[in-house]
């Protein structure tokens, strides 16, 4: 069983929209998930802002990947890398620690 970061069942981060590497509504530790899509964040418009300008947009809606487009806060399974950048950049959004998976990097 899934784990988050306080030890206890990895909660859904979204299912409207849903999010996730497998698009089951979880942030799970996946090791065929190169991204590593494993922090559930509350997104705002500053944080989009920002993603946008490091090239990925997650604002546009891109039906045909079955992607909706996110809005400031809507919840959302981000990837470790930008999570990081954007802790950097002083932008990264709150995250949901029931639905935040826990690795052993933590």
């Keep these: 069983m899934d784990e988050n970061v306080l030890g206890e069942p990895l909660a859904p981060c979204s299912e409207d929209p849903m999010t996730g590497f497998e698009r089951d509504g979880f ?7 190169p991204g590593r899509h494993e922090v559930c ?4 418009e500053e944080f989009l802002s920002f993603t946008r300008a490091q ?7 891109r039906p045909r990947l079955n992607f909706p487009g ?3 806060g809507d919840r959302w399974c981000l990837c470790v890398p930008r999570w ?3 802790r950097e950049a002083n932008v ?3 995250e949901t620690l029931r639905a ?3 690795t052993a990097e933590e």
């Design 55 to 61: 090239g990925n947009d997650l604002t546009t809606p």
């Design 100 to 102: 935040h998976a826990h």
């Design 92 to 94: 990264v959004p709150l």
């Design 84 to 86: 990081v950048e954007a």
């Design 27 to 33: 942030c799970r530790v996946l090791a065929r998930d």
């Design 70 to 72: 996110l809005e400031p």
């Design 41 to 44: 964040a509350v997104m705002t």
